[in-house]
Each structure stands twice: as C-alpha cells, then as structure tokens.
C-alpha cells in the first residue's frame, strides 16, 4: 500500500476555505485516494475520493495533481465543527491503511 | 451507508480476563475490519473477517490474543484476551461499501485496569 505524508496539524478560520495538502508519491496507477475525518475519537466518517480527476460533494472537493502523487482536500468554508483529524489515505487491496493524519483546528 | 452497531461501547476491565465486542451491521457485507486506535495514534488494522473462513490478521496480531468470529454476513465478534493495560484502545469495526469505501462503527472504549 502507498504510503502518505500530511502536515501535523493545521489551523484554520471559520468561514474560510482550510486546504489540507497530501502527498502519496508512490501510489500506483489503479489505487484510490481516500479521505476520511475523525471527531474527536469517533469513528471515521467518509469525506471523498477519487482516482485522477478531481471530485466535489456537499462536504468536500479533492484535487489531485496530474501526476497523481498528491492532492488537497478543500474545505470551502470551514466551520468549527470541522475541527478534527484528517486521514489522506491510499486504498490498497481490500483494506484502508491509516497514516497519522492532520489535526485541523478551526478557530473563531 | 450501511449502519454499524457496536457493543459494548465502553467498558473498564480487569486485567487477566477478556472482552468479547460485537459488531452488527443493517446489511449483508462480505469483508469486516476490526481496528484498534490507541490512545493518542492513528487506526492500526488487526485483522479482516471474511464470513465462512478465517480471519486474515496483520503483522504484530495473533490469534490467540484476538480470537474473531464472522458467523454470517451481518455480524462479527472481536474478543481482546488476556487483557493487560496496554490492551486499554479504542476498537472500531468497518466495512466495505461501493459508494463510499468504508463505513465505521463508533468503537468501543476500552480500559483496562
């Protein structure tokens, strides 16, 4: 499975667009980018993915570079209930291998 | 997305003994995931349960400390043996869905004293 690198942590302001940067450098030409969030110890909850183009739903757009060895995910306006840890995570086969994550901080 | 259920959602226990946590979900899934999150890390996966054989675990998981069951489509056991306080970790359950990858149960918090 493709390994990823994510910034630590990140901090944010309400209502402003938080861009949360990913880099998979060796992932492979049929392997998907995933990205999930974490609330505080909850379960992980579903953002987005996709495989080269880029992709937009209510939560979420993911942009992936042309060479597919990294992607954004924008957040278009955060609130603080986005407040969490954010996985970037390159699906190999059959199971998800979580890396360390973001914490993404939103503030007032 | 499908719904898990996971029980028991927290428990404190002794160590010495073992904590068997279930997972049900609303659908017929083929593969289950059982994770384990320690306190402050990441999702590490212990093992994937495929209904009708063995679970497949991962590097640095046994089965003897985790025993699993996958007894039909919808439901899987995951029992934390032997319990000592390095065994204290939130344990999530997750499956496969077509439309969004993975769904997760909310976990199951374990102490261990």
């Known amino acids: 499975d493709a390994k990823t690198t994510q910034p630590t942590s990140m901090d944010c302001a309400e209502g402003r667009a938080a861009n949360l940067p990913c880099n998979h450098s060796?992932?492979?030409?049929?392997?998907?980018v995933y990205w999930y969030r974490q609330i505080h110890s909850q379960g992980p909850q579903y953002i987005i993915h996709?495989?080269?183009n880029n992709e937009t739903n209510e939560m979420a757009s993911l942009i992936i570079t042309e060479d597919r060895k990294s992607s954004t995910l924008i957040l278009p306006h955060a609130t603080l209930r986005d407040t969490a840890v954010y996985y970037c995570?390159?699906?190999?086969?059959?199971?998800?291998?979580f890396g360390t994550g973001t914490r993404l901080l939103v503030s007032p | 997305s499908a719904v898990i259920s996971q029980k028991p959602s927290r428990d404190i226990c002794q160590r010495g003994t073992s904590l068997t946590i279930q997972c049900q979900v609303d659908?017929?899934?083929?593969?289950m995931f059982w994770y384990r999150q320690q306190p402050g890390q990441s999702l590490t996966l212990i093992a994937t349960?495929?209904?009708?054989?063995?679970?497949?675990?991962e590097s640095g998981f046994v089965i003897d400390k985790f025993p699993i069951s996958r007894p039909n489509l919808t439901f899987s056991t995951l029992t934390v043996s032997n319990m000592s306080p390095e065994d204290s970790s939130i344990y999530l359950c997750?499956?496969?869905?077509?439309?969004?990858?993975?769904?997760f149960g909310s976990g199951t918090r374990l102490t261990v004293v």
């Open positions: 997750s499956v496969e869905e077509q439309r969004t990858g993975y769904t």
């Open positions: 060796t992932i492979s030409g049929n392997e998907y």
């Open positions: 996709g495989l080269k």
């Open positions: 995570i390159v699906r190999g086969f059959q199971k998800l291998v």
């Open positions: 659908s017929q899934v083929t593969m």
């Open positions: 349960a495929n209904q009708g054989s063995e679970a497949t675990y």
